[in-house]
């Protein structure tokens, strides 16, 4: 029974860790798309658009950091020796370190973004 626990505990943290590497590869696409319609359409606000393209990948890489530490922990519970969980307690230290990172610079980024001033439109100002 112990086993079968370990086999389906392995099949699912290899599980996980696929999400991730998809999550990470579509964010990837999604980031070189935004990238390349920010470099050939040049938008007004080029240095805005640039953010924006560096923050949706910061979120999308901060969901998969957490996907795998998801498949971390399961690894755990079916790490037979201390050299494996002490190893994977490193790996999981590693990624919880990169997530708060980059929590931190998606909430600064947010934080940007709510104290930017809006410049109004001409059709919104005010007649003199």
């Known amino acids: 029974m112990q086993e079968l626990f370990k086999q389906w505990t392995f099949i699912l ?3 996980v860790e696929a999400a991730a590497g998809v999550l990470i590869a579509l964010a990837a696409l999604q980031a070189t798309w935004n990238a390349l319609r920010v470099f050939f359409v040049r938008p007004a606000a080029p240095d805005e658009a640039k953010q924006n393209v560096r923050l949706k990948l910061a979120q999308w890489l901060a969901v998969a950091l957490e996907f795998e530490l998801a498949a971390d922990i399961l690894r755990t519970a079916i ?3 201390w050299d494996e969980i002490g190893k994977l307690a490193a790996i999981a230290a590693l ?3 990169l997530n708060y990172f980059l929590q931190q610079e998606i909430d600064s980024q947010a934080k940007r973004e709510r104290v930017a001033p809006v410049s109004p439109s001409p059709e919104t100002r005010p007649a003199e």
């Open 79 to 81: 790490a037979p020796t």
């Open 13 to 15: 943290a290899s599980g």
């Open 95 to 97: 990624r919880t370190l």
